[in-house]
């Protein structure tokens, strides 16, 4: 984490086992449809939706020219700006399905408007999984029927969208303004297909505190470039990839410049906790890919140096193999685009300097094998330029990735 993120996360606390409906007036489920293969607790259908006062709402969406039914519909109701709820399925992505998918989203959001006692327009609504597929739209009723949203249901909710993910990915902060307390809680699926233009392929964020409309954005924006937008998984980016941020004003109260900061940063304690989620339950992963750079000439070039050195497919074949070859890393940030100046650079792997001002410097060779074979695998950068900082999130390339990822339609 860099200087900068520790700093704004400083007046936030993470929970132990917080969730979507961890805040005030919210309320989720999950059922399963039958849209994917049955087994040990499989769910494939989720509903979360607001009880609160307020009904604000901000989104992002992918910036993939090729988009789901779902992100259209949920584009256009975001924009009415009356969004209560959402409605989610597993194991079909409701992408490139023509006139019917649109259709078949429609309904879904009426379905499940008719089950919450809200106008379609009030539902917003996400799909995930394979492209190309119409959605089973009886068992999406099914589904819908049987999601039976509840303030503790937000554990279900995280299994129900789900579809390569080894374990849902869920997390809740807390702040305190004007004395009273509120929560941010959130969820996110993801374990392939990630290398975000926007978010990520799939998250719900919930807050109780009194946020309108343009600082619940604003924040949204800042947060998820932050931290969704820097994780990368594969290089590729979703058709279907979603964010959306509730806040319903249960908490009461009133958030002035300070409370809004301090909601800022536990949304983004939330969002740092689901985006190393993401990295470590990446398709095949064993290790986790954390590439701090620090001394940027501005936090854009900070974060286009390290997402570029976190998607290095050779970096990511040498975390696998436990292999200190600095070489990738040092290789990776030159052809990042930002600016660099190999005399002033300085890169520590496992807290251990490797290369500094043009040159190797002696190191352990040892001891960053044994950093390099932990679940949490460090690069810190320092370029000598200027206050721009950032961290990304990714992951090692293990044989277990290109063997699912070969069979995943068959």
């Known amino acids: 984490m860099s200087t900068m993120d520790r700093a704004l996360t400083g007046q936030a606390r993470l929970l132990a086992e917080g969730h979507v409906t961890s805040p005030r007036g919210f309320r ?14 499989v769910l494939d259908v989720g509903v979360l939706v ?29 924009a009415a700006g009356d969004v209560r709820a959402v409605v989610v399925n597993s194991g079909c992505a409701n992408a490139c399905t023509g006139a019917q998918g649109d259709a078949n989203a429609e309904e879904m959001a009426r379905l499940a408007a008719a089950r919450l006692g809200l106008r ?30 509840a303030a503790d249901g937000g554990e279900r909710f995280a299994r129900a969208i789900m579809t390569t993910d080894p374990r849902p990915k869920m997390a809740a902060a807390w702040f305190e303004h004007g004395g009273i307390g509120y929560t941010v809680g959130g969820v996110v699926k993801g374990a392939g297909m990630i290398h975000p233009n926007m978010a990520t392929m799939l998250s719900y964020l919930t807050t109780d ?23 990368t998984v594969d290089g590729d980016s979703s058709t279907n990839d979603t964010v959306l941020l509730f806040a319903n004003g249960a908490g009461g109260g009133e958030l002035d410049e300070a409370g809004l900061r301090a909601f800022e940063s536990a949304l983004l304690v939330v969002c740092i906790s689901l985006a190393r989620q993401i990295a470590r339950d990446a398709e095949g992963a064993e290790r986790l890919i954390e590439v701090t750079v620090q001394s940027a000439v501005n936090d854009a070039d900070a974060r286009l140096a390290a997402r570029t050195v976190a998607g290095s497919i050779l970096l990511k074949s040498a975390v696998h193999g436990g292999d200190p070859n600095w ?12 600016a660099i100046d190999p005399a ?3 890169l520590s792997v496992g807290g251990v300097l490797l290369f500094s001002q043009g040159q190797p410097v002696p190191f ?40 699912f990822n070969s069979e995943y339609s068959t």
Request: aromatic residues 4%.
């Open 209 to 231: 505190a009194p946020v309108p409309v343009p600082a619940l954005d604003a924040a949204l924006g800042r947060v998820v470039e932050r931290t969704y937008n820097m994780v």
């Open 120 to 149: 379609p327009e009030q539902v917003a609504l996400s799909s995930t999984g394979l492209i190309g597929s119409q959605l089973p739209m009886e068992r999406i009723a099914a589904g819908i029927a049987g999601a039976d949203p």
């Open 344 to 346: 002033r650079l300085r």
């Open 364 to 403: 352990d060779r040892r001891a960053v094998e044994d950093a390099m074979r932990g679940e949490d695998v460090t690069f810190a950068f320092d370029l000598g330029l200027g206050e721009g900082e950032a961290t990304a999130w990714g992951c090692d390339l293990s044989e277990e990735y290109v063997r």
């Open 28 to 41: 989720a489920g999950g059922a399963y449809a039958g849209i994917k293969t049955a087994g040990p607790g």
């Open 327 to 338: 070489g990738r890393a040092v290789a990776a940030i030159g052809r990042s685009g930002a």
């Open 50 to 78: 607001s009880d609160g006062p307020l009904h604000h709402v901000a989104a992002r969406f992918t910036r993939n020219m090729v988009v789901a039914a779902p992100v259209t519909a949920s584009r256009a109701r975001v």
